[in-house]
């Protein structure tokens, strides 16, 4: 379980690099595209990467079962929001995708530390 739960962290700070140190990168991604100003690659960088990264960091210095079950929640907000949206939006296959990961993170993350 403990190397699962690393795992978890790892990847949570990992793809977190990505929107906070690659924002470009992450838009392209996401097919979201720049604007007029860079807000859109703050919120790039401090919700879909630092947010991410503090996440992982937090569940790996903490170290205990709550913590690692707060990250599967975190994931689980994401997918959350991402089915909102496959509903309520439209359904593309990157959407599925994306959500499938989040979920995929969120529940063992969640089932095992509970």
Known sequence: M???????ALLSIGL???????PRYTLGALDLTMGETTMGMSEIRASVGCLFVGMGIGALILGTPPAYVMLGFCWMGAAAGRLTSLILDGQSQKKWVY??????????AIWLNI
């Open 16 to 22: 977190g690099c990505f929107g906070w140190l690659a």
């Open 99 to 108: 959500f499938l990961v989040e979920f995929a993170v969120a529940v063992p």
């Open 2 to 8: 403990d190397i699962i739960n690393i795992i978890f």
